[in-house]
């Protein structure tokens, strides 16, 4: 069977890879809301999986959607603790836009 | 143009609208919304890339889980209004200028990389059908999988700890 | 065995310092002035039986503790060198040291302080001896600085007075002025022969190497300006008489029988040297001259009875440089000795006097003690007698051997040091006549309290008197045993014994006149004519002059303090402001940069998130673009 990298190119995912992890981060710094925030890093997560899939591709090697399995893991454990977290905060503050969450100020 | 690439760029296409409009969309549903189109549309990556384990997990775990998450979180806090306030312009300014900046750094970084070696490997071996991948993740692979499960058992508790809430003392 | 002997010898005092520093106030006072005693005492005992030995003997010992300093071809060695010199040097210190202690017991039981000041006196002789025995430059340097501090801290050991402060510093400061010269003298000695031992600079001096003569006098004059300061010539002399501030027991032990000697032991021990060097003897024989006719002429109308003692001492020291200078070594430490004695008892009279009187020092309230205090007053008779150059008391002897000497030289400093006998003689009978003679002019009180001193004071006062009565008798013009026993040091027959001829015996009558013109003046004076001096408002012209010194202190302080204070208040208001400004300029950016830093820290999350995102961006473009 025919790499199919040998049709599309790596160079064209490692620019679609970037473009959406500069999009994520454009959206943690752009946005107030902080469940857009946590979205935000869902897609620069994502990018980074998917690069990581097309160069197990590459290089026809498993690891990179090992690592990958893990990498979802570990989002899911995340976003599951980080939106308990956020409605704690909701709970005490009444809102979540994160410039309210101001009270470390040094 | 072969399928494949125009697969690929059609792929790509609803990925970065959708990426995109997750961030400029004023209600909260609808950024969920299109994060599961983009979500969807990576999983469709994944098809084109032949792996269709990862597919289905990534399809299950963040459409199926994660979102479910986002979305009742938006619901219990009731968000479904507008009605968010802008930051500051040199804010939104200064957002756009380091996504810009970010950008090309990275891509002059991967322009400026060693030329890509034009020759894919294409042995026609299985390296990836879930039956490797199965092999790869409980042999070399153990020790982080059994983390990962402790992981995702702490998680659980964690998020059900956080979120329990308070008894009144006064009572 | 002579080496732990000689261990004993010099750290008995010590050890009587540390009991007295560490114990003292808890041993009670007179078990602390009992030890400080004791511990002198032993060093003496030590001293007699190396002096029997060597008497026998005439071998030097050299004892070396360890190598100190040895680098290439310069070693030096903690050593001591006990020989004729050394061991004669130190019974009079030993010996009189123990009387002094023996004296301070009674004299100093009012005071709260007593074991401290044993425990200076016990350290003050330990540097002494240090500085006696020491068998190079280097470990008589170390005695040197010693006695200084000491000297320091006894003269200002009522410490609650502001003026014994002052005294004292000026007295350390005026030394260590002296000392650089010692200093640089020793450095000459030492980067042109290799060496600073006593016994070998001699044997490599004498050999007269090729060595460039200038540097040998530039050398022999640096040592002599150490001489200087430590015994009180012009022009480093100021000290001396303020030095009275101190206790009468520091007075007698340091500033006239032991101290102040040190300069004239370290020109005897380095004797080959200023032998090479026959302009700089001169220059040491006119100061010392010059010195001993200032100084009378000073001492003739003090009116505080230690400051006239004290201006003696200056000229008596004046005379014994003048017999250094006319290279008369054994004449000059033979008037070191008997002066000792003499003036030593003088000054422990005063003590004993002032003791009686309750702290008064001025003559003008002092007179008709003679009936009061009988023993004070015989003894200190035959020590001024002593110091008049009367036959046949010791001064006579050691006074016109140097006067000989002198002669022999250049008669004009015969001149000079003759007026200054006659001007001792007269300043001294002085003091004897306004403090014994007539009626008392103190206070009612005053009069009913006198009393003889105890027995602790008048002991050592009586053994002094004898000796200054017979001390002559180790150096008679015709059969000195002190010039035999010293010989081994100086080199061979360069002066012969004095044939006692017409001139040498017109010379000792002219002494001897001079002294009792001197007498007979102060007599006429004093008792016939019942002339008092007349107190500090009265006094003018000439007298006035002579009363303030020359004025010699003022100048010194428009010459030397005066621009010196201005220059470190410059330093104080302008280097050090700068400087400050500098160090805490320091701690100010650190402020400045933590001021601001704090305002990073402003809790907002957004603003954190970009700060994530320069950073990796900042990182990512060092780490991958800077290097294109």
């Known amino acids: 069977m025919q790499n199919v990298l040998e049709q599309i190119g790596i160079q064209n995912y490692i620019f679609l890879s970037t473009i959406l992890f500069c999009i994520g981060i454009f959206g943690v ?49 995340e976003v599951a603790v980080g939106l308990a977290i956020l409605v704690s905060v909701f709970r005490n503050l009444g809102s979540i836009d994160i410039a309210k969450l101001k009270k470390l100020k040094g | 143009m072969s399928t494949v690439l125009i697969i690929f760029f059609v792929l790509s296409a609803i990925t970065l609208a959708s990426a995109f409009l997750t961030i400029y969309s004023k209600n909260p549903i609808h950024s969920a919304i299109y994060l599961v189109i983009c979500f969807f549309s990576i999983a469709g990556h994944y098809l084109l890339l032949n792996a269709q384990f990862l597919a289905i997990v990534h399809i299950i775990v963040y459409s199926g889980a994660i979102m479910i998450l986002f979305l009742f979180t938006i619901m219990l806090m009731n968000l479904n209004k507008e009605d968010e306030v802008h930051k500051p312009r040199v804010t939104r300014l200064g957002a756009i200028v380091l996504f810009t900046l970010m950008c090309a750094i990275l891509i002059s970084i991967f322009i400026n990389s060693k030329p890509i070696s034009d020759i894919y490997d294409n042995s026609g071996e299985d390296y990836q059908s879930i039956k490797v991948l199965g092999k790869v993740l409980l042999n070399e692979y153990m020790v982080p999988f059994e983390f990962a499960s402790v992981l995702l058992l702490v998680a659980m508790i964690g998020t059900v700890l956080l979120s329990k809430k308070e008894e009144n003392k006064t009572k | 065995m002579d080496t732990s002997l000689a261990l004993v010898l010099l750290l008995a005092p010590f050890v009587g310092f540390l009991i007295n520093v560490f114990f003292g106030k808890s041993l009670g006072k007179s078990v602390s002035g009992f030890i400080g005693t004791l511990s002198v005492f032993v060093s003496f005992a030590v001293t007699l039986y190396f002096f029997l030995n060597i008497s026998q003997t005439a071998q030097p010992i050299r004892i070396s503790l360890f190598d100190w300093i040895s680098i290439s071809k310069f070693k030096v060695d903690f050593g001591f060198l006990l020989d004729q010199l050394s061991i004669l040097w130190l019974l009079f210190v030993t010996g009189i040291g123990s009387l002094i202690h023996l004296y301070s017991i009674s004299y100093m039981h009012d005071d709260d302080n007593m074991h401290k000041f044993f425990a200076y006196l016990n350290l003050f002789v330990f540097f002494m001896i240090s500085l006696v025995l020491g068998s190079n430059l280097l470990v008589m340097f170390i005695g040197w600085e010693g006695v200084g501090l000491c000297s320091y801290l006894l003269i200002g050991f009522w410490y609650k007075n502001q003026e014994y402060n002052d005294a004292a510093k000026k007295a350390f400061i005026m030394n260590r002025i002296g000392d650089l010269g010692l200093l640089v003298g020793i450095f000459i000695l030492g980067s042109l022969y290799s060496t600073v031992d006593f016994t070998s600079l001699k044997t490599v001096i004498s050999a007269g190497n090729n060595v460039d003569p200038y540097w040998l006098s530039a050398a022999a004059l640096a040592l002599f300006i150490g001489a200087c300061g430590k015994s009180a010539q012009i022009p480093l002399y100021t000290w001396l008489p303020d030095a009275m501030a101190g206790p009468t027991p520091v007075s007698a032990l340091i500033h006239a029988a032991t101290m102040v000697t040190a300069g004239i032991f370290m020109i005897t021990r380095l004797n080959f040297l200023f032998d090479l060097t026959p302009e700089i003897q001169n220059i040491i024989a006119i100061i010392g001259a010059v010195t001993a006719l200032v100084a009378a002429t000073i001492g003739l109308v003090q009116n505080d009875i230690k400051k006239v003692l004290a201006y003696s001492t200056v000229s008596q020291l004046g005379l014994m440089f003048l017999a250094l200078g006319t290279g008369a070594y054994e004449i000059a430490v033979f008037h070191v000795i008997t002066h000792a004695f003499f003036k030593a008892c003088l000054f422990l009279g005063s003590g ?261 995102v320069f950073g990796v961006c900042a990182i990512i473009s060092y780490l991958f673009l800077a290097h294109q």
């Open chain 1, 29 to 77: 710094l752009y946005r107030r809301n902080a469940i857009i925030v946590f979205m935000s890093i869902e897609i620069m997560l994502n990018a980074v999986n998917l690069l990581f899939v097309a160069f197990s591709t590459y290089h026809q090697d498993a690891q990179g959607q090992v690592f990958v399995f893990f990498s979802m893991a570990v989002a899911a454990a």
């Open chain 3, 352 to 612: 004993s006097v002032i003791h009686a009187l309750h702290g008064e020092q001025d003559m003008r309230k002092m007179g008709g003690l003679r009936k009061a205090m009988p023993v004070t007053f015989w003894t200190m008779m035959i020590s001024s007698l002593a110091i008049s150059g009367i036959f046949p008391f010791a001064g006579f002897w050691s006074k016109d051997e140097i006067l000989l000497s002198a002669f022999e030289y250049n008669p004009v400093l015969w001149v000079v040091g003759s007026v200054a006998s006659i001007m001792t003689a007269f300043y001294m009978f002085r003091l004897m006549f306004l403090t014994f003679s007539k009626e008392f002019r103190g206070t009612e009180e005053q009069k009913h309290h006198l009393h003889e001193s105890p027995a602790l004071i008048t002991f050592p006062l009586i053994v002094l008197a004898l000796l200054a009565a017979v001390g002559g008798l180790i150096s008679l013009p015709t059969n000195s045993w002190l010039n035999g026993y010293l010989a081994p040091l100086f080199p061979a027959v360069e002066h012969e014994e004095h044939h006692l001829g017409t001139t040498e015996y017109t010379l000792m009558a002219i002494a001897l006149a001079g002294g009792l013109i001197g007498i007979a003046i102060a007599f006429i004076k004093y008792i016939k004519q019942s002339q008092l001096p007349q107190q500090d408002s009265e006094i003018t012209g000439l007298t006035k002059v002579l009363y303030n010194k020359y004025y010699v202190d003022e100048i010194y302080d428009a010459l030397f303090v005066k621009p010196i204070n201005v220059l470190s208040r410059f330093f104080r208001d302008y280097i050090e402001t700068a400087l400050s400004a500098v160090v805490f300029g320091f701690a100010k950016v650190t402020n400045e940069v933590g001021y601001y830093g704090k305002k990073m820290q402003n809790g907002s999350i957004g603003f954190y998130l970009f700060a994530f």
